[in-house]
């Protein structure tokens, strides 16, 4: 099963407007990664926030993290058309012994219209 | 620095073949991981290479291996191909000794189809 669950699975705004994606997961994490991936491509690092943090900030990006909830949320302001893509959470639970436990979820597409 | 290539980008394979993809991580990364992205399942971890060793594996039957150079090259192999196996298979490297905590540098995948 996944561990991180985005929410919602697909999304459709128009150029300018804000999105906001959303991050469940299930065990205690040491950290959570946000990562873009265009049609067929490989995944782009976006930004890493650590379960002590619970805002972090680039670019256009905000991501914020409530361990207590078990989630964390995406923010992408003044969307452009570039933003389309598919958009990953990715944790890494706590005492995972240094070995990979990095798992994936499903992504929710963003769809930005010009 | 170049970042993670990995060959073929397509490659159409018929059942029981078996297929092998390369992936060559960024120089002076030696952790590798593998995964395997289909529209159903999402991204799913296959296993994780460091110095040669497989550090973790994934969910997967044992069709599915792979391996790792000394140069950190890595290797996957998929043995009696089934439909299902049709995928995009990514290579993903990082430079942490301590597994991939931190960030993770994606290759462009190869597309597996299986007919």
């Known amino acids: 099963s996944q561990q991180g669950e985005e929410d919602p699975q697909a999304l459709s705004i128009q150029e300018g407007e804000n999105a906001t994606m959303n991050c469940s997961y299930k065990?205690?994490?040491?950290?959570l990664q946000w990562y873009r991936q265009n049609s067929g491509r490989g995944l782009v690092h976006l930004i890493l926030?650590?379960?002590?943090?619970r805002e972090k900030h680039s670019g256009r990006l905000r991501v914020t993290l409530d361990t207590s909830k078990k989630s964390s949320s995406l923010l992408i302001t003044a969307s452009r058309a570039a933003d389309t893509a598919s958009y990953f959470c990715?944790?890494?639970?706590?005492?995972?012994?240094?070995?990979?436990?990095?798992?994936f979820g499903i992504g929710t597409k963003l769809q930005v219209i010009p | 620095k170049a970042g993670v290539t990995q060959t073929p980008r397509y490659l159409i394979k018929t059942r029981g073949q078996q297929v092998t993809l390369s992936c060559s991580p960024i120089s002076g990364h030696r952790s590798v991981s593998w995964y395997q992205q289909t529209p159903g399942q999402g991204l799913q971890f296959l296993f994780e290479?460091?110095?040669?060793?497989?550090?973790n594996k994934g969910n997967f039957p044992g069709r599915f291996s792979g391996r790792q150079f000394s140069n950190s090259r890595s290797e996957m192999n998929v043995s009696t191909l089934e439909l299902g196996d049709s995928a995009l298979y990514l290579c993903?490297?990082?430079?942490?000794?301590?597994?991939?905590?931190?960030?993770?540098?994606f290759g462009p995948g190869t597309r597996l189809l299986v007919l």
């Open positions: 065990t205690s994490i040491n950290n």
């Open positions: 926030i650590r379960s002590n943090e």
């Open positions: 290479y460091f110095s040669e060793t497989q550090r």
């Open positions: 990715a944790t890494l639970p706590m005492n995972s012994g240094g070995y990979q436990k990095v798992t």
């Open positions: 993903a490297s990082s430079s942490r000794d301590r597994g991939l905590g931190e960030t993770q540098y």
